[in-house]
Structure formats: structure tokens, C-alpha cells
């Protein structure tokens, strides 16, 4: 009896699993190339100088955050930190390439603000200088 059950039960968990892997490898397999596709186009119109500043940007952040982390938990497992290290520099090389590169493209939105956030504080120290100038006049003509 077992002869007869073992190579069907064989054959439907076989099925059963390639049925599982069917829906979870694909959007798996789609992530990674979504990932590898958004990190190459993020730093293909990087220059070689950016993309390495770049690279020690993320490590030395990495780094930091992988020691405090580990620091504040006690727990030095170098495995896991080798794990932490490598997502977590993925990660943020991914965002920084990605934010240098809408700050080379984009530039003139960033002066644009930062043009604005000049004026507003000149104009606020202007308008502060008028109302300590006021205040000390009323002083004087009090006495």
C-alpha cells in the first residue's frame, strides 16, 4: 500500500509546490530587476567622482548605523551585521544616487527655493531691525 501512495503523494506535493513557487518567484524575480534596472538608470548620468562619493557616503552611514544599532542592542553577531550592512548600504546608495541624480536634473528648483528662502530672510531681518529701531526711539523720547 505504502509502494502504491508514496510515488503519488511523491508527485502531488511536486505539483503543489511548483504551483507555490509559481506566485511567489515571479514578483520576486520582477523586484530584483526592478531594483538592478532603477540603480543602473539612477546612476548612469552620474559621473565616475560622484558615484564613488557616492559609495563612501553610504558605507561610512552604513557603518555608523550598523554600530549604533548593534551597540544599543548588545548584540554582536557578525553575521547579522553583515546582512544589516549590505541591505541597509543597498539601500541608501539607491536614495542618494537617486537624490543626486533630481539635483543634477533639477537644480533650478533648488534655486529657486533657495532664492526664495534668501529673500524671506532678508526681508525678516529687515522688518526685526525696524521694530528694534522703533522700540529703542520710543525709549529715548520717554526720557
Same mark, same amino acid.
Request: with cysteine.
Given at each position: 500500500m505504502r509502494k502504491v501512495f508514496a510515488p503519488i503523494l511523491g508527485i502531488l506535493v =511536486? %505539483? %503543489?509546490?511548483?504551483y507555490i513557487l509559481s506566485y511567489v518567484v515571479p514578483? !520576486? =524575480? +520582477? =523586484? !530584483?530587476?526592478?531594483?538592478? *534596472?532603477? #540603480? +543602473?538608470? &539612477?546612476? &548612469?548620468? !552620474?559621473?565616475?567622482?560622484? &558615484? %564613488? *562619493?557616492?559609495?563612501?557616503?553610504t558605507h561610512a552611514i552604513i557603518y555608523i548605523f550598523v554600530g549604533i544599532l548593534f551597540g544599543f542592542m548588545g548584540w554582536w553577531d557578525s553575521d547579522v551585521m553583515h546582512v544589516v550592512y549590505v541591505i541597509g548600504s543597498e539601500v541608501v546608495s539607491l536614495l542618494l544616487a537617486l537624490l543626486l541624480r533630481f539635483i543634477i536634473h533639477y537644480y533650478w528648483i533648488l534655486f529657486i527655493i533657495l532664492g526664495l528662502l534668501v529673500v524671506g530672510a532678508v526681508i525678516l531681518s529687515i *522688518?526685526? #531691525? #525696524? +521694530?528694534?529701531?522703533?522700540d529703542t526711539k520710543d525709549e529715548l523720547c520717554d526720557e
Amino acid at each position: 500500500m505504502r509502494k502504491v501512495f508514496a510515488p503519488i503523494l511523491g508527485i502531488l506535493v =511536486f %505539483v %503543489v509546490v511548483i504551483y507555490i513557487l509559481s506566485y511567489v518567484v515571479p514578483p !520576486l =524575480f +520582477e =523586484f !530584483l530587476a526592478w531594483w538592478f *534596472l532603477t #540603480k +543602473e538608470t &539612477a546612476t &548612469a548620468p !552620474l559621473s565616475t567622482g560622484q &558615484a %564613488v *562619493l557616492i559609495d563612501i557616503i553610504t558605507h561610512a552611514i552604513i557603518y555608523i548605523f550598523v554600530g549604533i544599532l548593534f551597540g544599543f542592542m548588545g548584540w554582536w553577531d557578525s553575521d547579522v551585521m553583515h546582512v544589516v550592512y549590505v541591505i541597509g548600504s543597498e539601500v541608501v546608495s539607491l536614495l542618494l544616487a537617486l537624490l543626486l541624480r533630481f539635483i543634477i536634473h533639477y537644480y533650478w528648483i533648488l534655486f529657486i527655493i533657495l532664492g526664495l528662502l534668501v529673500v524671506g530672510a532678508v526681508i525678516l531681518s529687515i *522688518l526685526t #531691525k #525696524k +521694530e528694534d529701531n522703533t522700540d529703542t526711539k520710543d525709549e529715548l523720547c520717554d526720557e
